[in-house]
Protein backbone atom coordinates (compact mmCIF):
# COMPACT_ATOMS: atom_id res chain seq x y z
CA UNK A 1 0.00 0.00 0.00
CA UNK A 2 1.27 2.93 -1.09
CA UNK A 3 1.53 6.23 0.99
CA UNK A 4 -1.07 9.35 0.65
CA UNK A 5 -0.85 12.86 0.75
CA UNK A 6 -2.68 13.93 3.99
CA UNK A 7 -5.08 16.76 3.53
CA UNK A 8 -5.68 19.13 6.42
CA UNK A 9 -9.84 18.18 6.85
CA UNK A 10 -8.54 13.95 7.83
CA UNK A 11 -5.60 15.69 9.93
CA UNK A 12 -7.86 17.83 12.26
CA UNK A 13 -10.89 14.79 12.26
CA UNK A 14 -7.76 12.40 13.49
CA UNK A 15 -6.58 14.83 15.48
CA UNK A 16 -10.00 14.69 17.61
CA UNK A 17 -10.03 11.28 17.31
CA UNK A 18 -7.03 10.81 19.73
CA UNK A 19 -7.72 14.37 21.74
CA UNK A 20 -10.65 15.34 23.49
CA UNK A 21 -8.92 18.48 25.62
CA UNK A 22 -10.02 21.72 24.50
CA UNK A 23 -6.35 23.06 25.57
CA UNK A 24 -4.83 20.29 24.23
CA UNK A 25 -6.91 21.08 20.31
CA UNK A 26 -6.01 24.70 20.78
CA UNK A 27 -1.99 23.98 20.96
CA UNK A 28 -2.46 22.11 17.73
CA UNK A 29 -4.42 24.92 16.18
CA UNK A 30 -1.56 27.42 17.37
CA UNK A 31 1.35 24.98 15.99
CA UNK A 32 -0.67 24.56 13.22
CA UNK A 33 -0.78 28.66 12.08
CA UNK A 34 2.71 28.91 13.44
CA UNK A 35 4.31 25.85 11.07
CA UNK A 36 1.99 27.70 7.63
CA UNK A 37 3.39 31.04 8.72
CA UNK A 38 6.89 29.92 9.09
CA UNK A 39 6.32 27.83 5.48
CA UNK A 40 5.58 31.17 3.88
CA UNK A 41 8.97 32.41 5.28
CA UNK A 42 10.82 29.78 4.08
CA UNK A 43 8.83 29.34 0.67
CA UNK A 44 7.56 25.55 1.71
CA UNK A 45 3.72 23.96 1.28
CA UNK A 46 2.32 25.65 4.31
CA UNK A 47 -0.66 22.78 4.31
CA UNK A 48 1.91 20.35 5.03
CA UNK A 49 3.71 21.98 7.49
CA UNK A 50 0.15 23.29 8.64
CA UNK A 51 -0.84 19.41 9.14
CA UNK A 52 2.70 18.11 10.89
CA UNK A 53 1.91 20.87 13.51
CA UNK A 54 -1.50 20.19 13.64
CA UNK A 55 -1.25 16.71 14.33
CA UNK A 56 2.66 17.13 16.69
CA UNK A 57 0.61 15.85 19.76
CA UNK A 58 -1.61 13.35 18.35
CA UNK A 59 -0.53 10.66 20.86
CA UNK A 60 -0.02 12.94 23.90
CA UNK A 61 -3.48 12.86 25.61
CA UNK A 62 -4.24 9.04 25.23
CA UNK A 63 -0.44 7.63 25.24
CA UNK A 64 1.43 10.31 27.58
CA UNK A 65 3.95 7.28 28.24
CA UNK A 66 4.91 6.66 24.71
CA UNK A 67 4.66 10.42 22.95
CA UNK A 68 6.20 10.58 19.83
CA UNK A 69 6.34 7.21 19.77
CA UNK A 70 2.54 5.85 19.77
CA UNK A 71 2.29 8.97 16.65
CA UNK A 72 4.57 6.86 14.44
CA UNK A 73 2.19 3.51 15.08
CA UNK A 74 -0.92 5.66 14.26
CA UNK A 75 -0.31 7.62 11.23
CA UNK A 76 2.44 4.61 9.98
CA UNK A 77 -1.13 2.30 10.15
CA UNK A 78 -3.17 4.80 8.09
CA UNK A 79 -0.02 5.06 5.51
CA UNK A 80 1.25 8.59 5.96
CA UNK A 81 4.25 9.79 4.53
CA UNK A 82 7.18 9.05 5.94
CA UNK A 83 8.20 12.68 6.05
CA UNK A 84 5.58 13.74 8.18
CA UNK A 85 5.81 11.35 10.66
CA UNK A 86 9.59 11.59 11.30
CA UNK A 87 8.79 15.45 11.53
CA UNK A 88 6.33 15.06 14.15
CA UNK A 89 8.54 12.51 15.87
CA UNK A 90 11.53 15.02 15.62
CA UNK A 91 10.27 17.26 18.20
CA UNK A 92 10.51 15.18 20.84
CA UNK A 93 14.32 15.20 20.52
CA UNK A 94 15.83 15.10 23.31
CA UNK A 95 12.92 15.01 25.53
CA UNK A 96 11.57 11.49 24.71
CA UNK A 97 13.40 10.18 22.01
CA UNK A 98 16.70 10.28 19.78
CA UNK A 99 15.05 11.74 16.53
CA UNK A 100 17.03 14.89 15.95
CA UNK A 101 15.19 17.57 13.71
CA UNK A 102 17.32 17.95 10.62
CA UNK A 103 15.02 19.88 7.80
CA UNK A 104 14.05 23.16 8.49
CA UNK A 105 10.43 22.05 9.01
CA UNK A 106 11.16 19.51 11.80
CA UNK A 107 13.52 22.36 13.26
CA UNK A 108 10.97 24.98 13.36
CA UNK A 109 8.52 22.22 14.86
CA UNK A 110 10.99 21.62 17.70
CA UNK A 111 11.62 25.48 18.16
CA UNK A 112 7.93 26.76 18.48
CA UNK A 113 6.08 23.86 19.59
CA UNK A 114 7.17 24.86 23.29
CA UNK A 115 7.44 28.28 22.32
CA UNK A 116 3.31 28.52 21.51
CA UNK A 117 2.70 27.70 25.07
CA UNK A 118 4.37 29.97 26.66
CA UNK A 119 3.04 33.18 24.34
CA UNK A 120 -0.70 31.39 24.99
CA UNK A 121 0.09 31.03 28.81
CA UNK A 122 1.53 35.25 28.52
CA UNK A 123 -1.31 36.57 26.62
CA UNK A 124 -3.91 34.98 29.26
CA UNK A 125 -2.62 36.54 32.12
CA UNK A 126 -3.46 40.21 29.95
CA UNK A 127 -6.08 42.47 30.71
CA UNK A 128 -6.76 41.86 26.97
CA UNK A 129 -6.48 38.51 27.25
CA UNK A 130 -5.44 38.48 23.00
CA UNK A 131 -2.61 37.10 21.12
CA UNK A 132 -3.27 40.64 18.63
CA UNK A 133 -1.99 43.64 20.81
CA UNK A 134 0.81 40.95 22.21
CA UNK A 135 4.57 42.26 21.94
CA UNK A 136 8.04 40.04 21.71
CA UNK A 137 9.21 42.28 24.82
CA UNK A 138 6.07 41.18 26.79
CA UNK A 139 6.87 37.46 26.21
CA UNK A 140 10.54 37.88 26.83
CA UNK A 141 9.51 39.63 30.10
CA UNK A 142 7.26 36.28 31.05
CA UNK A 143 10.57 34.08 29.89
CA UNK A 144 12.75 35.62 32.51
CA UNK A 145 10.23 34.13 35.18
CA UNK A 146 11.01 30.87 35.92
CA UNK A 147 7.76 30.22 37.70
CA UNK A 148 5.95 31.24 35.30
CA UNK A 149 4.21 29.01 32.60
CA UNK A 150 6.97 26.38 34.26
CA UNK A 151 6.35 23.45 31.93
CA UNK A 152 7.67 25.41 29.33
CA UNK A 153 10.75 23.90 28.15
CA UNK A 154 12.98 27.24 27.76
CA UNK A 155 15.88 25.32 26.67
CA UNK A 156 14.16 23.66 23.90
CA UNK A 157 13.21 26.73 22.29
CA UNK A 158 17.08 28.44 22.92
CA UNK A 159 18.33 25.45 21.10
CA UNK A 160 15.85 25.28 18.35
CA UNK A 161 16.30 28.68 17.75
CA UNK A 162 20.51 27.94 17.39
CA UNK A 163 19.37 25.02 14.97
CA UNK A 164 17.12 27.15 12.88
CA UNK A 165 20.30 30.18 12.88
CA UNK A 166 17.66 32.61 14.05
CA UNK A 167 17.66 34.98 16.42
CA UNK A 168 15.42 34.12 19.83
CA UNK A 169 13.44 37.70 19.38
CA UNK A 170 12.64 36.97 15.60
CA UNK A 171 11.95 33.37 16.52
CA UNK A 172 9.02 34.64 18.59
CA UNK A 173 7.82 37.82 16.87
CA UNK A 174 7.35 35.06 13.32
CA UNK A 175 5.34 32.98 16.19
CA UNK A 176 3.58 35.53 17.44
CA UNK A 177 2.12 36.37 14.09
CA UNK A 178 1.16 33.18 13.33
CA UNK A 179 -0.44 32.49 15.80
CA UNK A 180 -2.21 36.28 15.57
CA UNK A 181 -3.18 34.56 11.98
CA UNK A 182 -5.63 31.90 13.98
CA UNK A 183 -6.24 34.07 16.96
CA UNK A 184 -10.37 33.33 16.77
CA UNK A 185 -9.63 29.18 16.12
CA UNK A 186 -7.56 29.52 19.53
CA UNK A 187 -9.31 31.56 21.33
CA UNK A 188 -7.40 34.59 21.61
CA UNK A 189 -9.09 37.35 20.19
CA UNK A 190 -9.75 38.78 23.43
CA UNK A 191 -10.94 42.24 23.67
CA UNK A 192 -8.97 43.79 21.10
Known amino acids: MSEKTP ?3 EALSLLKEFNKSES ?5 LSVEAVMQHFAKIYNEDSEKWGIVGLLHDIDYEMYPEEHCSKAR ?3 EERNWPEAYIRAIQSHGYGLVNDVEPIETMEKVLYTTDELTGLITATCLLRPSKSVLDLEVKSVKKKWKQKGFAAGVNREVITKGSEKLGIDLDKVIEET ?4 QKAADEIGLRGTV
Request: charged residues 25%; neutral net charge.
Open 7 to 9: NRE
Open 176 to 179: IKGM
Open 24 to 28: LINHA
Open 73 to 75: EIL
